[in-house]
């Protein structure tokens, strides 16, 4: 009897070596864990990392799309952490692990992570001065909700300085590092400027293209590294991935900031780099390229200069075009029933596929020459809170051009409610969209 109490105790020992071991390697691995959601029942989750299963249960009831929302276990977290903070002047260390293991502790948020998308955006704290300002940022901040809401997307709108010192572009830094530590369910933190409208509501982010790497902003890699050019890119619109890597890099890059005493010499510094950059002050968008330029042995592998597709336009470029792509797509369903059947909004994403898939077939393309709507139009220079708009425009045309552009976008939204506006100079009026429109 004690030979088999001895063996079995024996034999035992190397199972329970081999478990500390698998968990050692699935914590190890947990950042190329692809995690899928199959069972039926909510509160089972299996998640796969090559040939091995793994289940996590939790008895709180769900949320609204899988999420469990009522369920926080008491173990502690880097929320009860004193050291952590919101705030961006203190540095948060080992947040990929403290992201982790917030998620192990709340796995309902596991299934999907790798798509997740938080979007941020805001404004002044104050009144505009500009007398049709708020009523433009209001419509601006619609239509960017509309997107979310039909992408499943989450929203962030913020309209106060987190860092009283970082004003204008450099207010968006406290606000994303805020976010991060708000949201570590997100994957992705996607910023868009308050003057940045979707113009293609049915457009998805291709995340697949970005999986390597942690930063994704507009721009020209010829105008970066040849022209060294301030405008070779755009900070406007841009997505972060939420990883210590990104804390890192914002660390350094709001180091440029006006909360630092060497502001006025990184403004110098920038204006001898790039020889356009026509004002004094140090900006975030001349700190990127910087970035790119001097540290890009350090930075630049993590970092997609996006030149494929809008990711954010130039409003002048795009405005002109609207009427003429708004005549092609209706052509397009007239020839193709599938695209102009009713449906739900709900299940539009299946939509937005085949059109996707039958644009792609007809050559379409993005660009001048191409007549595929652009992902975003962004009205740089325009200014709609201040009115101080750049020289080179008249404010009417900033004006009328926010009208086209918001009225474009919100066409493809009513069309689901079963509207339309019948011109895009015209956003006051809606006419109900007939059946088989438009056949």
């Known amino acids: 009897m004690s030979n088999r109490k001895t063996s079995s105790f024996s034999n035992g020992i190397p199972i329970i070596g081999g478990t500390i071991v698998l968990l050692s390697l699935l914590w190890a691995f947990w950042p190329i864990i692809t995690f899928t959601f199959t069972s039926p029942n909510p509160s089972t989750i299996n998640f796969r990392t090559g040939h091995k299963s793994f289940k996590i249960f939790s008895n709180a009831t769900s949320g609204g799309h899988g999420f469990n929302l009522t369920h926080d276990p008491p173990e502690s977290t880097f929320y009860d952490d004193p050291e952590v903070t919101y705030t961006i002047d203190k540095r948060i260390k080992n947040w990929d692990e403290k992201r982790r293991e917030w998620l192990w502790k709340h796995p309902s948020f596991i299934p999907g992570l790798e798509n997740r998308v938080l979007l941020v955006t805001g404004s002044h704290s104050t009144p505009c001065q500009n007398p049709i300002g708020d009523h433009l940022l209001l ?18 709108y913020n309209n106060v300085l987190l860092h009283p010192q970082m004003f204008t572009y450099w207010a968006k830094m406290p606000a994303l590092r805020a976010a991060m530590l708000a949201h570590p369910e997100s994957e992705w933190i996607w910023w868009v400027d308050s003057d940045a409208a979707f113009t293609d509501m049915d457009f998805k982010l291709p995340l697949h293209r970005y999986k390597s790497h942690n930063l994704v902003v507009h721009g020209w890699p010829k105008l970066i590294y040849e022209k060294k050019s301030w405008t070779s890119l755009n900070a406007g619109v841009f ?21 630092t005493p060497n502001y006025e010499k990184w403004g110098e510094l920038l204006r001898e780099t790039c020889k356009d950059k026509f004002f004094p002050e140090s900006d975030d968008q001349t700190g990127l390229v910087y970035l790119l330029l001097k540290e890009k042995e350090k930075w630049g592998s993590k970092i997609f200069i996006e030149d494929g597709f809008y990711f954010e336009g130039y409003w002048m470029e795009i405005v002109g075009k609207l009427e003429k792509i708004t005549e092609k797509y209706n052509g397009v369903e007239k020839r193709v029933r599938r695209l102009r059947r009713r449906h739900a909004e709900k299940v539009r994403e299946a939509y937005g596929i085949a059109w996707d898939e039958q644009l792609e077939a007809e050559g379409a393309g993005y660009g001048i020459d191409g007549w595929r709507r652009p992902f975003i139009t962004h009205f740089t220079g325009c200014q709609p809170c201040s009115g101080t708009h750049n020289e080179e425009y008249s404010r009417q045309s900033c004006w009328d051009a926010m009208q086209k552009v918001l009225n474009f976008g919100d066409n493809q939204v009513l069309r689901s409610y079963g509207f339309v506006h019948p011109s895009l100079g015209d956003s006051g009026s809606v006419l109900p969209v007939p059946f088989d429109y438009p056949a």
């Open 139 to 156: 419509r601006f901040f619609k239509n960017k909700v509309d997107y979310c809401r039909i992408h499943g997307y989450d929203i962030f």
């Open 239 to 259: 997505l972060i991935r939420n990883s210590q890597w990104a804390l890192d890099f914002m660390d350094v890059w709001s180091g440029m900031g006006p909360q």
